[in-house]
């Protein structure tokens, strides 16, 4: 037996998320049935984590075990011949048996686009939020430094099956950072690990905080002890990016 670890970009914008669902497509569907057939056998395709369904990739992380003898290269031109187009995997390489994606990562670091003209060009609508309407973007790039550091994420987690296993929310967040790019609003961040719409939720509360509705005191509440907030509000798919997935 031999673990396979690669990298995995992808327009998640046709796909109900990362991770297995009956009947539906999903990008970790897609590569074990591809895997499968090329062992001769089922295997499981492991990745760094879920992403949410119209969630894009740039370099996801996954692992898998076979006992095909097949080079990493050859390996990567085979599955690439067999995916559809809004899937590519590239950098495979052997690795260590009890190699896991999810576990032994240390920090990931996501991107979101914000398209601030009037009109969006039909050829970046599927990679972007529009919205061309009046913020103090000032006043976001501020308040994104507030979401830095060791924090309870409770106020910006959407609710998730494993809730009931009252598992922590607290997170570490390494920087976070909202910048202009010429027509785009970009917020990129990096931490320990994200919870359930997490990124797509602390998007949502910067533009907020554009739009004049919320106010520096209003983030900052929303990490004390016991604080009871709606989460979010939750921005479109459309604009987040998983950028990188880091080990040591």
Excluded at 4 to 24: I, K, M, N, S
Excluded at 59 to 80: G, K, Y
Excluded at 88 to 113: G, L, N
Excluded at 159 to 178: M, P
Aim: glycine fraction near 6%; aromatic fraction near 10%; charged fraction near 25%.
């Amino acid at each position: 037996m031999r673990r396979l670890r690669f990298q995995v970009a992808y327009d998640g914008t046709d796909f109900f998320g990362w991770q297995v669902q009956p009947e539906l497509p999903t990008v970790q569907g897609i590569l074990q049935d591809i895997v499968s057939s090329i062992e001769g056998k089922p295997v499981h395709v492991e990745g760094s984590g879920r992403t949410d369904a119209g969630v894009h990739a740039l370099a996801q992380v996954a692992a898998v075990s076979i006992e095909n003898p097949i080079p990493p290269a050859n390996f990567r031109r085979a599955v690439n011949r067999l995916l559809p187009a809004t899937i590519r995997i590239s950098d495979v390489r052997e690795t260590a048996i009890e190699f896991h994606p999810r576990f032994q990562a240390k920090q990931k670091t996501y991107e979101y686009r914000i398209f601030r003209e009037e009109i969006c060009s039909p050829f970046e609508r599927r990679f972007v939020y529009h919205h061309p309407y009046p913020l103090d973007e000032t006043a976001m790039a501020e308040a994104a430094k507030l979401l830095e550091g060791e924090h309870d994420f409770t106020a910006f987690a959407a609710r998730d099956e494993t809730d009931a296993l009252r598992r922590s929310k607290v997170r570490i967040i390494h920087s976070s950072e909202l910048t202009r790019s010429e027509h785009k609003l970009v917020y990129r961040v990096t931490g320990s690990g994200f919870l359930k719409h997490m990124v797509r939720n602390m998007v949502g509360v910067l533009i907020e905080t554009g739009r004049g509705n919320l106010s520096t005191e209003d983030i900052v509440a929303r990490f004390r002890d016991g604080a009871a907030f709606r989460p979010g509000p939750t921005v479109p798919a459309s604009g987040l990016f998983l950028i990188s997935v880091d080990y040591d």
